[in-house]
């Protein structure tokens, strides 16, 4: 749990696992991020919450160095974004995904050694990928065409190839989304072993509050604008929720 992990957090490096320096995105005449600055220790449980289209896949991207602000800047552990991939395992939002893909769960862990699909797995590959899928559960998958995986198979698939490199920083956008009960109880589980084991940062985009408040050390708010960025205990509060989300739809996650 959270608290476990505070002790840990305050002897680890100064050096911010991710500094967020005052990033604003534009797409064409839209402001999707205006002037967001903030901090992650390394070793932290950061969740990401804002209602939809508040920017929050758009700041993940801006961590990875695939979108580029047009003012500020992102850096991971002291470098700029997008300068060390291997370090980062990304679990993207999978709203849009080609289930059509001719590939099997493997492959699709191989792009995560690889950054590219291939057209013949390296021994050598196939077992660190077949590790991986064993990590998060999901060793039976290995074989499976992508086509015939369910939603949450899918879900375990890119987590392990997020974690097939064993990165120090985990950024994951909706990871529990499509997911039952059980399935994202495993997620949190899994990602908390991954992290008392190696150390890891990890930044998750959740549209569940009370995991949120339950699970990670520190929340960012956003809605466009940073609205909030602390403990959840401070950045929970109703005022924060209500300023970034617009009404008053989230007492149950307040009152755990
Ligand atoms: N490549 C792009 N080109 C143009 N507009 C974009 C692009 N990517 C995102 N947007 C717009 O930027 C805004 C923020 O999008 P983003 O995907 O970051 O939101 P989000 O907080 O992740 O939303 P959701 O909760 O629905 O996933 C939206 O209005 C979206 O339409
Ligand atoms: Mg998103």
Not at 167 to 194: C, S
Request: hydrophobic content about 45%; overall charge neutral.
């Amino acid at each position: 749990m959270a608290s476990d992990r505070h002790h840990r957090l305050s002897a680890v490096s100064a050096v911010p696992a991710l500094h967020v320096h005052q990033v604003t995105v534009r797409f064409g005449d839209a402001t999707v991020l205006e002037d967001v600055s903030f901090d992650l220790p390394a070793g932290a449980f950061l969740a990401i919450v804002g209602p939809n289209g508040a920017g929050k896949s758009t700041l993940v991207k801006v961590a990875l160095g695939l979108v580029v602000p047009q003012r500020g800047h992102a850096a991971l552990f002291g470098e700029p974004a997008g300068d060390h991939a291997e370090r980062v395992g990304y679990v993207p939002q999978l709203k849009t995904f080609d289930r059509t893909f001719p590939a099997t769960a493997l492959e699709l862990v191989v792009t995560g050694l690889r950054r590219s699909w291939p057209a013949r797995v390296r021994p050598a590959e196939a077992e660190r990928a077949r590790a991986a899928l064993e990590r998060v559960g999901a060793a039976e998958l290995a074989t499976r065409p992508l086509a015939r995986l369910s939603g949450g198979e899918l879900q375990r698939a890119y987590l392990a190839r997020a974690l097939v490199r064993r990165p120090e920083l985990v950024l994951l956008d909706e990871p529990a989304t499509g997911v039952d009960f059980l399935a994202e109880h495993d997620l949190y589980d899994l990602l908390e072993r991954y992290q008392a084991d190696s150390g890891a940062t990890v930044a998750m985009v959740t549209h569940d509050l009370a995991a949120a408040r339950y699970h990670a050390d520190m929340v960012l708010v956003l809605n466009r604008r940073l609205h909030g960025y602390g403990t959840p205990d401070v950045v929970m509060c109703e005022e924060c929720l209500q300023a970034a989300f617009g009404h008053k739809h989230h007492g149950h996650a307040l009152s755990l």
